[in-house]
């Protein structure tokens, strides 16, 4: 089985930081994109970034410059790095990762259980 595990979520003052972390543990034979989504209250999930191994990365416009993903392979570990805070990034925040299980078969989607991100004086 596999598991995508979240940490680093909280309550910050707008101007902040946070950093979160996934970490995908169990039966894995490969990772390829890893990424965040998020979603605030009354609002559909919408994609954060996303990257893949040794590849480039891609932001939804309104965390560009201000966020960062990054990856550990060796860790089977995603970051996000979110700088410069804003009300609106409040949210709970989502890590998923496409992993395929053994050689040849096809990745699947696994999904953290969410964290929750409030920026709020």
């Known amino acids: 089985q596999v598991q995508l595990v979240e940490s680093g979520g909280g309550l910050v003052q707008p101007g902040g930081s946070l950093r979160l972390s996934c970490a995908a543990s169990?039966?894995?034979?490969?990772?390829?994109?890893m990424g965040w989504y998020r979603q605030a209250p009354g609002k559909q999930r919408e994609l954060v970034a996303a990257?893949?191994?040794?590849?480039?990365?891609n932001y939804a416009d309104s965390v560009k410059g201000r966020f960062t993903i990054s990856r550990d392979d060796a860790k089977n570990t995603v970051y996000l790095q979110m700088n410069s805070l804003k009300p609106e990034d409040t949210a709970v925040y989502y890590c998923?990762?496409?992993?395929?299980?053994?050689?040849?078969?096809?990745?699947?989607?696994?999904w953290g259980q969410g964290t929750q991100v409030t920026v709020s004086s």
């Open positions: 998923y990762a496409d992993i395929a299980l053994r050689y040849g078969l096809v990745p699947e989607d696994y």
């Open positions: 169990g039966n894995i034979f490969s990772i390829y994109a």
């Open positions: 990257g893949i191994s040794g590849g480039s990365a």
